[in-house]
């Protein structure tokens, strides 16, 4: 089956009739569905399915072990995300399987397609998570703390989905396995204009939490001078995220939680999260100094507090150079661009040999409904993916 039949396939679960788009998150109904679903188009194909000790479920075309080449992407999305965003690189791998029997290939490296957990970090707010368990980047015990937004924690989530949340932490046997990785993923730019071309680096990243706290009170019988309104300092810090990421950086907030969100309510809290991107690490970490100064400037002025909390960060990830000239090479001269997205990839980079293939995106557009990839560039991701499969374990 070609990669847009697959996804055609998924294309009712999750979508969202309020935010538009899939709102698919990890470990919950419909998550558990997409699994379920490629754990099925695994067993179709004749490939042997494990879940590891993390949540990742790989499925092998030959015995486990090590030096395997390894693809695959995730199935999880942000909040009314798009289709192609994680899928793409999954049902691509299953397409890529297709292509290579249907010639008559036959690996000498075992291959195997793994779908990792909660890469976006929509639900329990830290992304890549079933990778950044398996190399040790978060501590176990943090991870099964984490809670959603109704207040279930991570460990909760994946006992109710039947599995063992003990199990979690660093998987040094699922490493040992990995001889290198290859992700394909849509674009999330207009950095590419030709249908498909490889990575070579991404941005330095991470999220921080800011807790405004001030006095919840009358919006009626509250004089504005009698105030200290959270929301204040807040609306300051989407301001100073605008004014701080100047030359290339990035600074974000898409998301405000007030306490307890009445509108006739001042406030008694306000969580604001900040995504910030840069091209090194001194650069990231220099904007989000400058903007939590901002902050605590305007909580100070308001009135109110403010505590702030690094939930994840990632340092400036440089791809395996030799696999992607290799690569390039191999998919005739294919251009390398960089990218300012986070991707398990990037994690995995730390550990072994990493490459991704992008996909044209006409549009530009990612995390959102809008995002789109021409059926014809998603074939020819696939082209290159079992050219890249059969290139490595050859």
């Given at each position: 089956m070609t990669a847009t039949g697959l996804l055609a396939a998924i294309a009712d679960?999750?979508?969202?009739?309020?935010?538009?788009?899939?709102?698919?998150?990890?470990?919950?109904?419909?998550?558990?569905?997409?699994?379920?679903?490629?754990?099925?188009?695994?067993?179709?194909?004749?490939?042997?399915v494990e879940t590891d000790r993390n949540g990742n479920i790989w499925a092998w075309w030959g015995n486990p072990g090590p030096d395997a080449v390894i693809t695959g992407s995730h199935l999880d999305s942000v909040p009314g995300g798009g289709a192609f965003d994680g899928p793409l690189g999954v049902v691509s791998a299953l397409a890529a399987?297709?292509?290579?029997?249907?010639?008559?290939?036959?690996?000498?490296?075992?291959?195997?397609?793994?779908?990792?957990?909660?890469?976006?970090?929509?639900?329990?707010?830290?992304?890549?998570?079933?990778?950044?368990?398996?190399?040790?980047?978060?501590?176990?015990?943090?991870?099964?703390?984490?809670?959603?937004?109704?207040?279930?924690?991570?460990?909760?989530?994946?006992?109710?989905?039947?599995?063992?949340?003990?199990?979690?932490?660093?998987?040094?046997?699922?490493?040992?396995?990995?001889?290198?990785?290859?992700?394909?993923?849509?674009?999330?730019?207009?950095?590419?204009?030709?249908?498909?071309?490889?990575?070579?680096?991404?941005?330095?990243?991470?999220?921080?939490?800011?807790?405004?706290?001030?006095?919840?009170n009358h919006a009626g019988a509250t004089l504005m001078g009698d105030r200290r309104d959270p929301m204040v300092p807040a609306a300051s810090l989407v301001l100073a995220a605008r004014k701080a990421a100047v030359g290339g950086a990035r600074a974000t907030v898409g998301r405000i939680v007030p306490i307890p969100g009445g509108t006739n309510v001042i406030p008694?809290?306000?969580?604001?999260?900040?995504?910030?991107?840069?091209?090194?690490?001194?650069?990231?970490?220099?904007?989000?100094?400058?903007?939590?100064a901002m902050a605590r400037?305007?909580?100070?002025?308001?009135?109110?507090?403010v505590r702030i909390t690094q939930e994840s960060y990632g340092d400036t990830v440089?791809?395996?150079?030799?696999?992607?000239?290799?690569?390039?090479?191999?998919?005739?001269?294919?251009?390398?661009?960089?990218?300012?997205?986070?991707?398990?990839?990037?994690i995995l980079a730390s550990r072994v040999p990493t490459a991704m293939l992008f996909v044209r995106n006409p549009t530009g557009v990612s995390h959102a409904p809008e995002e789109y990839a021409e059926p014809d560039d998603c074939e020819a991701g696939v082209a290159a993916l079992a050219t890249t499969l059969e290139h490595l374990a050859a």
């Open positions: 679960v999750g979508a969202d009739r309020t935010r538009g788009g899939y709102s698919r998150h990890g470990f919950d109904r419909v998550e558990l569905e997409l699994r379920e679903w490629f754990v099925a188009e695994a067993v179709k194909r004749g490939l042997s399987v297709d292509v290579l029997r249907a010639k008559g290939f036959v690996p000498r490296r075992p291959i195997a397609v793994v779908v990792f957990v909660e890469e976006e970090g929509g639900r329990f707010g830290v992304p890549c998570l079933g990778s950044r368990l398996m190399t040790g980047a978060i501590d176990a015990d943090k991870a099964r703390a984490l809670v959603d937004s109704d207040g279930v924690s991570l460990a909760d989530a994946i006992t109710a989905a039947g599995a063992d949340p003990s199990t979690l932490g660093p998987d040094e046997e699922a490493l040992a396995r990995i001889g290198c990785f290859v992700e394909l993923h849509v674009e999330q730019g207009r950095g590419l204009t030709v249908a498909v071309g490889v990575a070579s680096s991404i941005l330095a990243h991470g999220r921080w939490r800011f807790t405004f706290t001030g006095e919840g008694s809290q306000v969580d604001v999260w900040l995504d910030a991107r840069a091209a090194d690490d001194a650069t990231t970490k220099s904007v989000v100094a400058e903007i939590q400037l305007a909580a100070s002025e308001e009135g109110c507090g440089v791809f395996d150079e030799v696999l992607r000239d290799d690569l390039s090479t191999v998919l005739g001269g294919v251009p390398a661009l960089p990218t300012g997205a986070g991707h398990d990839a990037g």
